[in-house]
Nanobody, 119 residues
């Protein structure tokens, strides 16, 4: 059993930064991914990181602006979002990949956190 909790969302101005957190209650060696979904749009892959933290992956729309990292001691994965834009507005969710690859399947999901970016 893997349970994830996403937090850190909020309302910010365009061009600002915000950091999201995904905390797990499990010590299993799984990879963690971030996804987002805006109303009326398909779910979009944002970023992923392997358990070791050695391999990171980013979606095209956020590459160069967002950074994924993790704190092993706290069982937490972070998503540092820089230069936020209105199109980044969405519900952000984190998920766990038990294979450890960071490319799916995404076996467990946490409740999302809302990020709203004003122009």
């Amino acid at each position: 059993q893997v349970h994830l909790v996403a937090s850190g969302g909020g309302y910010v101005q365009s061009g600002s930064s915000l950091t999201l957190s995904c905390t797990s209650d499990s010590s299993a060696n799984f990879a963690t991914g971030w996804f987002r979904q805006a109303p009326g749009k398909d779910r979009e892959f944002v970023a992923a990181i392997r358990w070791s933290g050695a391999n990171k992956y980013y979606g095209r729309s956020v590459k160069g602006r967002f950074t994924i990292s993790k704190d092993h001691a706290r069982n937490t994965v972070f998503l540092k979002m820089n230069d936020l834009k209105p199109e980044d507005t969405a519900v952000y969710s984190c998920a766990a990949d038990e294979s450890g690859r960071g490319s799916g399947p995404w076996n467990h999901w946490g409740q999302g956190t809302q990020v709203t970016v004003s122009s």
